[in-house]
Nanobody, 134 residues
């Protein structure tokens, strides 16, 4: 089964930037065949969708709260999906998780209600902590 690992979290001041990475932990699995999403969870809150990118890299979608500040991308040669986060705010604090689902005829990441639903993803990483504070 596909296993994922996130990295790149840390402590950053408001307005700062971080780049998170999501890598497949085994070269036996290629992320080429997966739609990949990023989710986050703040203490005491539900896990929420942040962004999603289709397996072919041609479609991506964002939550309204991060649109214009975050950028999702993928490098299939490195078997990695990235989340570039700029203009970070204290409310972006939380654990960030990547999740993957085998690509389907209709990509997951075309419609936000589908892309942001945790139940549509069956492989998850353990998460990386992002703290935005002065």
């Amino acid at each position: 089964q596909l296993q994922l690992a996130e990295s790149g979290g840390g402590l950053v001041q408001p307005g700062g930037s971080l780049r998170l990475s999501c890598a497949a932990s085994s070269s036996r699995f290629s992320l080429d065949y997966y739609d990949v999403g990023w989710f986050r969870q703040a203490p005491g809150k539900e896990r929420e969708g942040v962004s999603c990118i289709n397996s072919d890299g041609k479609g991506s979608i964002y939550s309204d709260s991060v649109k214009g500040r975050f950028t999702i991308s993928r490098d299939d040669a490195k078997n990695t999906v990235y989340l570039e986060m700029n203009g970070l705010k204290p409310e972006d604090t939380g654990s960030y998780f990547c999740a993957a689902a085998l690509a389907r005829p209709i990509p997951l990441c075309n419609i936000w209600s589908v892309a942001s639903s945790k139940e549509n993803f069956n492989s998850w990483g353990p998460g990386t902590q992002v703290t935005v504070s002065s």
